[in-house]
Nanobody
Framework: QVQLVESGGGLVQAGDSLRLSCAAS????????MGWFRQAPGKEREFVAY???????VYADSVKGRFTISRDNAKNTAYLQMNSLNPEDTAMYYC???????????????WGQGTQVTVSS
């Protein structure tokens, strides 16, 4: 079992930055792929980014160049640095862990409770 707890969300203005954190406990964190997903009201949960155990990263086109995913295996924590935020980034953000990397939410076994990000124009 892996428990995930997100933090760092909030209300910001367009152009601002936020850093989300995902603290993990349970099984060996370093062996998992970590993903960030988001879900806006009335929309499906969508892929944002993932980072493999090796540190390789993949991003959704909508956030490429603005968001950076990272991990600190010594702290059992994954991060999502979000820059140049715009109102379209408003959503509940979730971190997820899985044995293998994927863009599909259904492939991830472990999920956090989410942290809300709201960007005003």
């Amino acid at each position: 079992q892996v428990q995930l707890v997100e933090s760092g969300g909030g209300l910001v203005q367009a152009g601002d930055s936020l850093r989300l954190s995902c603290a993990a406990s349970g099984r060996t964190f370093s062996s998992y792929a970590m993903g960030w997903f988001r879900q806006a009201p009335g929309k499906e949960r969508e892929f944002v980014a993932y980072i493999r155990w090796s540190g390789n990263t993949v991003y959704a086109d909508s956030v490429k160049g603005r968001f950076t995913i990272s991990r600190d295996n010594a702290k059992n924590t994954a991060y999502l640095q979000m820059n140049s935020l715009n109102p379209e980034d408003t959503a509940m953000y979730y971190c997820a862990a899985n044995d293998y990397y994927s863009r599909r939410p259904d492939d991830y076994v472990y999920w956090g409770q989410g942290t809300q990000v709201t960007v005003s124009s």
